[in-house]
């Protein structure tokens, strides 16, 4: 999906720019992401949730979920291409303001929001504030009192419903620390209304990530319906929040729905849902952050040692990278499953089965766990790892004093760094024994 091609020499070209031009302006390991594929997914998405709330005589906001990959030019991008950001940290929003985005487009959300990140936000102007605790409402309560401020809100609820066990049915998953279980949200809606200050607009829920498929929203929206429906007798509620967590392909066997069906489907399941328990549609919004970005970024990494070590039956080969478990921790975290091709040259040797991993002291420093490699990949070739937009700078790490890579945004031929690489001295800058 991401623009890429091949040089008639057989480089990679990612959004116009070759892969080698842009590691000897840069260096590796490279993050890549390819502007025009951000903002097409981000518009793809926007369009597909127009679409489908128009057909159902509502309307879908999108809020790009900051925390799969956040900076102030990213925020641009979505604030240009008509999304909203969603933030979960003082830190995030500080990031969202800096890009000069409007506060009234924000969502902050975050189950341990600090009273000076409460104050900030509210100070700020932030359009929906996402209660998590009702020990928040207090603190949320005490800050709108002294400012004498009105704050919308909404009520992240746990449906019960875990997408990523594929048993959308299943309760175990009310055991974990987001939201309010649906039976204890009426006490806490009761709570909100009846704080001076505080707007109660609707409820929100996020049921899980790299999710396929529409059912797990489907059994969720039902569900949070179902509280929707009895909390109407308190008062209006005019929207509803069904959260982000839309899957993406990250090597050939992921088959993610394509997004405008997707949108359909979720929102025709919301439709059917009101209309069967006799009630108006509310308005709806939505939190992707892998689906717009994950798909848009590469990595490059330069080829170190390769090493073939022999098992009691065959062997297995050992591609070593500069880079690994410090700017993408999926792998070791999740046993996340990537791709990789080499990106400085083809080949006509024979593929061969190869794990690429990283230069970390640690054995599941793993980049790629299992990948069909040209049988004659060799120290100084380039490595192209796709899908690496999502989740991989904001997990990164300096683990072993490795500086975390910059991140270039490449678009018609032209690259641009958003994000500089970090230097020794940006490593060493806290170590108050060198100060000295
Ligand atoms: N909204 C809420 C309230 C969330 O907690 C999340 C993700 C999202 C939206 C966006 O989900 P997305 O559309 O990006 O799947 N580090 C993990 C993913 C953690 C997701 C946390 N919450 C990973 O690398 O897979």
């Given amino acids: 999906p991401v623009s890429v091609r091949r040089t008639d020499d057989g480089e990679l070209v990612i959004g116009g720019v070759a892969a080698g031009e842009l590691v000897r302006a840069h260096g590796t390991p490279l993050q890549v992401l390819d502007e025009g594929e951000v903002r097409r997914r981000a518009g793809a998405l926007r369009d597909a949730f127009d679409a489908a709330a128009a057909a159902h005589g509502t309307t879908a906001h999108v809020y790009y979920a900051g925390k799969a990959l956040l900076n102030t030019t990213i925020v641009r991008w979505m604030l240009e291409e008509g999304l909203r950001v969603d933030v979960c940290t003082g830190g995030e929003l500080q990031v969202a303001l800096l890009a000069g985005a409007d506060a009234a487009l924000l969502g902050f959300h975050g189950n341990n929001k600090s009273t000076a990140e409460l104050e900030r936000a509210v100070e700020a102007g932030v359009g929906t504030i996402i209660i998590d605790s009702t020990i928040e409402i207090e603190r949320l309560a005490t800050i709108v009192a002294r400012r004498g401020a009105e704050q919308r809100v909404m009520l992240r609820v746990n449906s019960g419903v875990h997408a990523e066990t594929h048993d959308f049915l299943a309760t175990a998953h009310e055991d974990q620390k987001f939201g309010f279980p649906l039976a204890q949200a009426p006490a806490a809606v009761a709570r909100i209304r009846e704080t001076p200050g505080l707007v109660f607009v609707g409820l929100h829920c996020h049921i899980g990530s790299q999710i396929f498929g529409v059912a797990g929203f489907r059994e969720s929206a039902a569900r949070v319906l179902d509280l929707h429906q009895q909390l109407l007798e308190g008062g209006e509620i005019p ?57 848009a970024g590469v990595t490059l990494y330069e080829v170190g040692t390769i090493k073939d070590v022999a098992l009691g039956v065959g062997a297995r080969r050992y591609v070593s990278v500069d880079g690994g478990m410090s700017d993408n921790a999926r792998p070791a975290l999740y046993g996340a499953q990537y791709s990789a091709r080499i990106a400085s ?92």
């Fill in 239 to 295: 929207q509803l929040n069904l959260g982000g967590g839309f899957g993406i392909a990250y090597t050939r066997v992921d088959d993610p729905v394509p997004i405008a069906e997707l949108a359909e489907g979720i929102v025709a399941a919301v439709a059917e849902a009101c209309e069967r328990r006799g009630i108006s549609i509310p308005a709806l919004s939505f939190e992707p952050g892998r689906a717009i970005i994950g798909n």
């Fill in 345 to 436: 040259r083809v080949s006509d040797a024979q593929p061969q089965l190869a794990r690429v991993v990283g230069k970390h002291c640690e054995s599941g420093d793993i980049v790629v766990d299992h990948e069909y490699l040209p049988g004659d990949v060799a120290p100084g070739d380039l490595l192209a790892v796709a899908a690496t937009g999502a989740y991989c700078a904001p997990l990164s790490s300096n683990y072993n004093h490795v500086a975390r890579p910059p991140i270039v945004a490449v678009r018609d031929g032209a690259a641009r760094v958003i994000v500089r690489g970090e230097t020794m001295s940006d490593l060493l800058a806290r170590d108050a024994g060198i100060a000295l």
